[in-house]
């Protein structure tokens, strides 16, 4: 299991680039009140409870019956949560799931609860997604779905991280040929997959 995590938080070091920490720190969101770290990885020390396997988190599912990510992503955090009521799993904190194919592992703070997360960076662009920036900053431009070329649906061809790297990419573009302003990380909305460029203060 720990073998499966590292793999997790590594498989994005790559893309990561050597930003100020401050940069990518954030906090995540909750989802049924279960913190989910996506595109990101817990600042807090935990202890993992359960793997989660492309079946047990829904890859094998019928992609058209989830029309977001958070769907399907709500989806996977009620059934754990329905297992750890009837004792099939043991008792966790948070969700932190792989955007590749909505694999993960379920997690316990060896303290308190902690929603302080770094984010990961695409092409040297933190991304935020289901978190938000632990500073304060000013909106750049805001992207939708259509301007993002990125559809709406999950199909069985197109993953997250897929998608965001579009994101990443043609924003940058727009960037160096001066069709929008200078920022320094984006927000992706798990919902519509709109986002929003941002700049600190």
Same mark, same amino acid.
């Given at each position: 299991?720990?073998?499966?995590?590292?793999?997790?938080?590594?498989?994005?070091?790559?893309?990561?680039?050597?930003?100020?920490?401050?940069?990518?720190?954030?906090?995540?969101?909750?989802?049924?009140? %279960? /913190? $989910?770290?996506? +595109? @990101?990885? #817990?600042?807090?020390?935990?202890?993992? !409870?359960?793997?989660?396997? *492309?079946? =047990? &988190?829904?890859?094998?599912?019928?992609?058209?019956?989830?029309?977001?990510?958070?769907?399907?992503?709500?989806?996977?955090?009620?059934?754990?949560?329905?297992?750890?009521?009837?004792?099939?799993?043991?008792?966790?904190?948070?969700?932190?799931?792989?955007?590749?194919?909505?694999?993960?592992?379920?997690?316990?703070?060896?303290?308190?609860?902690?929603?302080?997360?770094?984010?990961?960076?695409?092409?040297? %662009? /933190? $991304?935020?997604? +289901? @978190?938000? #920036?632990?500073?304060?900053?000013?909106? !750049?431009?805001?992207?939708? *779905?259509? =301007? &993002?070329?990125?559809?709406?649906?999950?199909?069985?061809?197109?993953?997250?991280?897929?998608?965001?790297?579009?994101?990443?990419?043609?924003?940058?573009?727009?960037?160096?040929?001066?069709?929008?302003?200078?920022?320094?990380?984006?927000?992706?909305?798990?919902?519509?997959?709109?986002?929003?460029?941002?700049?600190?203060?």
């Amino acid at each position: 299991m720990k073998k499966l995590l590292v793999i997790l938080l590594s498989s994005f070091s790559l893309l990561a680039y050597a930003q100020r920490p401050d940069q990518r720190a954030g906090y995540v969101d909750r989802v049924l009140n %279960v /913190p $989910v770290f996506m +595109y @990101a990885y #817990p600042d807090a020390p935990f202890t993992e !409870v359960t793997e989660l396997t *492309a079946t =047990w &988190s829904l890859l094998l599912d019928s992609p058209e019956c989830y029309s977001s990510v958070n769907e399907r992503v709500t989806e996977i955090v009620r059934r754990a949560k329905r297992r750890e009521r009837k004792g099939r799993i043991g008792q966790f904190d948070a969700l932190v799931i792989h955007p590749d194919d909505f694999t993960g592992v379920l997690i316990r703070f060896d303290e308190e609860m902690d929603l302080r997360s770094q984010a990961f960076s695409v092409d040297g %662009v /933190p $991304v935020f997604m +289901y @978190a938000q #920036p632990d500073r304060d900053y000013q909106e !750049v431009r805001r992207m939708s *779905a259509t =301007w &993002s070329a990125i559809s709406t649906g999950l199909d069985g061809d197109t993953w997250v991280d897929d998608r965001v790297d579009e994101i990443v990419r043609k924003a940058l573009r727009k960037r160096r040929k001066g069709k929008v302003g200078n920022f320094d990380a984006i927000i992706i909305d798990p919902d519509s997959f709109s986002g929003t460029l941002i700049r600190y203060n």
